[in-house]
Structures are given as C-alpha cells and as structure tokens.
C-alpha cells in the first residue's frame, strides 16, 4: 500500500479532536470482456466513426508481499506520527467516562528495553585451558543459535495465530455496505482533501445512529469549526455560522458509498489486500479497482462491526485525492435520540432545497414540470448510467437535477434558466464548443458551468477534467435531433422510440444498446433498461430467460462492442 505523497500529507501544525494520538500506524480513518457470442439473431450495424465514451499481502503496517514496508505516514496512527495537540480536548458524548468498546491510537512508543546478555565489563573474565575455551564457546554458540531458531519459529506461530482469515472481497464490500443500519458510534475522522497543489484537513467530531441518522460536528480548521450537518434519515440540516444560514434539503443517506451492490460490482473489481491494524482494531482492507479509466478506492473494513474506519481514493494521475480515518471511535453507545434533532440558531435564516418526486423523475417528465428543455448528455464514461432527476427550489430559484453514477462515482447536472443565477468569478476561464465557461477544480470534485441558449448549465463530478469537458462539448454541440434520426438509421429504429429512450436518460450508446439486446433477446424494453442500467443483475435476467448465464454474458458482450460507439461530435475545445 503506497503512502500518500508529498501533498497530501498532513499539515505539521493541524489540531485534532479528542482522543487524536500521535501515529504513523495505520490509522482509523467498487464485467464485461470475454468471448464473442454464438447466439444468433439479428446484429446491430456497426455504428460509423465516432467518439467513444470517455475513457499475498503483509499483515501489519501496510506492505504488500515482496514489498518493502511503507514509510510511517503522518495521516496513520502510531508510532512515527504527530503529537496530541493542545487545545484538542473534546471527548466521547458521555463526559469523563470511556465506553468498554472504545479505541484510540496508541499515545505514544514504548522505551525500549535494553538487553542483558553477558557483555559487561566482567563477562569472560574466567578462562579455562585453551582447548577447553574453544570448546566452551561453540556450545554456548549452539545454545545461542537454537534459541534463536526457537524464537523466530514461536514468534511466526504466534503472528499466525493473531492473523483472522481474510473472507472474499466481496463479502467485505457487503459487510460495508450494511454496517450503517446495523451498527451505532461515535468518533472523531481527519479528512484531507487534495485541492490543486495543496491539501487541506478537516476535522470531523461524526456520530451516527442506526439505521441512517446522523450528526457531523466540524472541529477545524478555524474557518470551519462550528458547521454543523444534522440527518435525521428524512430530512438533512447544514448550519453555516459564519453566515447564520441553515440549508433544510432531503436526506443524505446512502450517498457516501453508493448502496447499489449490482451497479457497483458490475462496474469495479473488488479484491481483498489482507488485514491491518486501525487503532488497535483489525481491519480487512479491500480495492475497488474500475473497470474502466477513473477513481480507485480502498477501504479499511472494521472486521467486528463492517464499518469503514479508514478510506482513499485514488486519481490515476494525481494519486490519492482523498484520505479520511478514523483517530477515535466508539461502538455499542446509547446515542439519544435529541442528539439526532435540529435546533435552528437564533437569527439564523432557513433556506429549504427540497426536491420533488423524491428524486425519481426522468428528464422527459422533470421537462414537463418546470417547462424549459432538459439537456440530457448523449456520452459519458463506459459503466455510468442516469440514477434518478428532480426538481431542487432555493427560494425563487427553480433548477433540475440528473444524477449519473457507476455505483463507486457521480456525475451531476444541474440546469436552471440562465438569468436566474449570476455568472461565477471564481475558477477557470475556458471554452466549451466556443461558449464561455468556468473550470473549478475542487480536488476531490471538478465543476463546469457554462451556457447553452437560456440554460445555465453546472457539471460536477469525480471524473478527470478531459472527461468531464468533452461530455460538457457534446451536450454544448446540440445535435440532438441530428443524433437521434443518425443512431435510428444505425440500428434500424424507428425515430420515436430513440427519443423516447433518451426522454428515460439513457445516453446513445445506452439507447442502442437496449433495442439491440430487446430485439436479441426478446424482451421487453422496460426489463432491458433495468437490465442495462444495472437494476437487474445477469444472473436474475438468465433466470428469467431460462438462459445459461455464459451465453446471456456473451450476447451482451458482442452488443456492447458493437454499439460502444455514437456519431461523430466536434471536440470541445
């Protein structure tokens, strides 16, 4: 496991919540390609030139087999880490006592313990005659040597003893995505976030109450402390007190790791890396590798209670982008249930953001609601699909959301008429398909806003910046209509039932894809969107189908490759 480089390491100065220790231990802290298909039927066209979407281990402090061991990390508990600092003295919920579950960093090493061997100023002194010297000395090597032999062999049978047996990976990821509604803590998480060519580390006192409630306290830094996110599991609470503002929206739940196991698993590889120590609890450690260019995960799975004590993500070419653990952290707590409500500050002022159809609209319908044109992207990124759309209000702001996801990643679109909201003077000024734009690089998140006809229009998102400005130049091209009656043509469709797949978010490989595989497979367009999207898993279709699994897979497959590709777009600039 690589350390973090040089920018993202912990700033030497950073204080953090009670209980943070000095460390560099590891600290607390998501399927296609195969054989072409024998299944006959009816082949889709190759569509023609086009832009294609977007493109054992050691047990201890974080080596993989054959590796040598990782430099102490400042961002891990430990040995070899920063200092308690002062001022850092907040503590459980429950003042002045400590929960029989509760786990902290070590504070400190240990002085270490000098050896006693005979090798004092009057060891050797007595000598017996010269042979019978020789001979003194070669058993007192053998005994020395046999020890040792002993030693290393007792010590390699007790560190066999202490390693718990790794499940499969996949197994992990479930214990994962279940823990939340299963299990209550509390604890104190250091985030650092990489932010151009600077880190910057956040602070977080979080508890949460099962199944999704829960309460985020920022301890810093300075211009931070004070935010308060309260989540009831019905409704979400941001205070701002720098501006006395309170942001009343839906739920966040589910949000952090993407809750869809079929998506997830259909768009990532997932492989255990063995166990590791995280604050004095053992942690399995799993990958999530895509399968198709973007952000890697891994997670530090608490092998008790499935919660993630530990978290990165992984840029291919910026290296780890986000870093957050866990310094402490409580279980088995009786968090009352007022923790969980929000009190809204004297003064403050209340802005609602809820959304309608509790984020279930499609484009076509979210145009019928707030009656502008719904710009829906014809690309993106293999494995990325349309999650969900809504209507957002903030005050007299009106704006519709599309959501798109691979199961580990979003891309967001927001769209509201162009006059409501004032141009940004902060980020970047580029050029999307000739019309100005901002880029605003966040590290973690990647904005793009920029006009087309009366939209304004707001891209945000974990995928690289290529990425995300060539799908903002093929929604700016505004070939829709153009692209519909081409991808019709292509795989002998009628006009109608492209746009009206498109009205249901799908994209125009998407599109293609679900009336080839329909036709194929006989059956039924709804059953082949959830198929496509990743609702509906190969094994439950097969089923359905009365099919062998490998042919089902083979006959996707073949249609990915051959409808992989759309029309071709100028390239933004």
């Known amino acids: 496991m690589p350390g973090l480089p040089r920018g993202v390491r912990t700033p030497p100065h950073h204080q953090g919540a009670?209980?943070?220790?000095?460390?560099?231990r590891s600290s607390?802290?998501?399927?296609?390609g195969g054989p072409r298909a024998a299944v006959r039927g009816r082949g889709a066209p190759v569509l023609p030139a086009s832009i294609r979407p977007a493109a054992a281990v050691r047990v201890g402090r974080g080596g993989r087999a054959g590796h040598r061991a990782a430099r102490p990390d400042p961002l891990r508990q430990g040995h070899g880490?920063?200092?308690?600092?002062?001022?850092d003295r907040r503590g459980s919920l429950r003042a002045g006592t400590r929960t029989?579950?509760?786990?902290?960093?070590?504070?400190?090493?240990?002085?270490?313990?000098r050896g006693r061997g005979g090798c004092g100023p009057g060891a050797g002194r007595r000598t017996g005659a010269p042979g019978r010297r020789g001979e003194v000395i070669g058993h007192a090597?053998?005994?020395?040597?046999?020890?040792?032999?002993?030693?290393?062999?007792?010590?390699?049978?007790?560190?066999a003893a202490q390693v718990p047996p790794v499940p499969p990976a996949r197994i992990i990821l479930q214990m994962a995505l279940e823990a939340p509604r299963l299990v209550d803590y509390e604890g104190t998480k250091v985030i650092t976030?990489?932010?151009?060519d600077r880190a910057e580390t956040i602070t977080v006192a979080e508890s949460h109450k099962r199944p999704e409630r829960m309460r985020l306290e920022y301890v810093s830094p300075e211009d931070l402390a004070g935010r308060l996110i309260v989540d009831n599991g019905a409704t979400a609470w941001h205070y701002e007190p720098r501006l006395n503002m309170v942001f009343e929206g839906p739920t966040l739940g589910g949000?952090?790791?993407?809750?869809?196991?079929?998506?997830l698993l259909r768009n990532y590889g997932v492989t255990a890396l063995g166990v590791e120590d995280v604050i004095g609890r053992q942690a399995y450690v799993i990958a999530l590798v895509p399968h198709h260019p973007g952000v890697q995960r891994r997670l530090w799975v608490d092998r008790a209670t499935g919660t993630i004590l530990r978290s990165e993500e992984l840029d291919p070419s910026r290296g780890v982008i986000l870093s957050a653990y866990f310094s402490r952290v409580s279980f088995s707590l009786n968090l009352p249930e007022a923790y969980f409500e929000f009190r809204t500050p004297a003064g403050a002022r209340v802005f609602k953001m809820f959304t309608t159809e509790a984020g279930t609209m499609s484009p076509a319908a979210l145009q019928r609601r707030v009656g502008f044109p719904v710009l829906i992207p014809p690309v993106l990124p293999e494995g990325y699909t349309f999650r969900g759309g809504a209507v957002s209000r903030f005050g007299s702001l009106v704006s519709v959301y599309l959501r798109y996801s691979n199961g580990g990643n979003l891309i967001s679109f927001f769209e509201a008429p162009a006059g409501s909201i004032g141009w940004p003077s902060a980020g970047k000024p580029i050029a999307v398909e000739g019309r100005p734009a901002r880029f605003v690089d966040l590290g973690y998140f990647r904005v793009l806003i920029w006009e087309q006809g009366r939209l304004r229009v707001t891209a945000v998102g974990t995928v690289p910046t290529e990425?995300?400005?060539?799908?903002?130049?093929?929604?700016?091209?505004?070939?829709?209509?153009?692209?519909?009656?081409?991808?019709?043509?292509?795989?002998?469709?009628?006009?109608?039932?492209?746009?009206?797949?498109?009205?249901?978010?799908l994209t125009f490989p998407e599109v293609a894809r679900t009336i080839t595989l329909a036709h194929r497979l006989g059956t039924d367009l709804g059953t082949t969107i959830r198929f496509v999207r990743g609702s509906l898993s190969a094994s439950d279709l097969a089923g359905r189908l009365g099919m062998p699994q490998e042919t089902l897979q083979q006959t996707v497959q073949q249609t990915a490759r051959e409808t992989s590709v759309v029309p071709a777009l100028s390239s933004p600039r």
Do not use: F, K, W, Y
């Open 467 to 505: 990425t995300m400005v060539t799908a903002a130049g093929q929604i700016a091209a505004g070939r829709e209509q153009a692209l519909v009656q081409d991808v019709s043509r292509q795989i002998e469709s009628d006009p109608a039932t492209v746009q009206r797949l498109r009205g249901e978010g």
């Open 18 to 24: 009670a209980g943070r220790a000095s460390g560099g």
């Open 255 to 263: 949000q952090l790791l993407s809750r869809d196991r079929t998506l």
């Open 81 to 87: 880490g920063q200092a308690p600092r002062c001022g």
């Open 193 to 196: 976030v990489l932010r151009g």
């Open 28 to 32: 607390g802290g998501v399927l296609d």
């Open 141 to 159: 090597l053998a005994r020395a040597a046999g020890a040792v032999l002993l030693g290393l062999a007792a010590g390699a049978l007790n560190v």
């Open 100 to 113: 029989a579950d509760e786990h902290r960093a070590a504070h400190g090493p240990g002085l270490p313990r």
